[in-house]
């Protein structure tokens, strides 16, 4: 009898948890925090007219606005040579 009433309690428990949302479905996960990019903040317009590798004064600038122009999907302005995803490697 005593693992009856454990069961019943069990059973009352989980049909109240599941209460508003149909049993034996949980909720989807959240979607994983996209990871964050390098904002570029520059003087060029990254959609403007073609740009050089040597109009940057860092790597982190030329890879903020190759990012920025579309990265390796889109590399308009021709900064990333060897087509790895980094762009003006000469500025390393």
């Known amino acids: 009898m005593v693992a009856r009433d454990v069961q019943r309690r069990h059973d009352k428990t989980s049909r109240s948890t599941t209460r508003g949302r149909r049993a034996g479905r949980s909720r989807a996960p959240a979607p994983a925090?996209?990871?964050?990019?390098?904002?570029?903040?520059?003087?060029?317009?990254?959609?403007?007219?073609?740009?050089?590798?040597g109009d940057f004064r860092t790597h982190a600038d030329a890879q903020a606005f190759f990012i920025a122009a579309g990265g390796p999907t889109s590399d308009r302005h021709r900064l990333d040579a060897d087509h790895d995803g980094i762009a003006c490697e000469a500025l390393r």
């Open 33 to 53: 925090p996209k990871p964050s990019l390098p904002t570029y903040t520059g003087p060029y317009d990254p959609l403007a007219p073609d740009r050089y590798w």
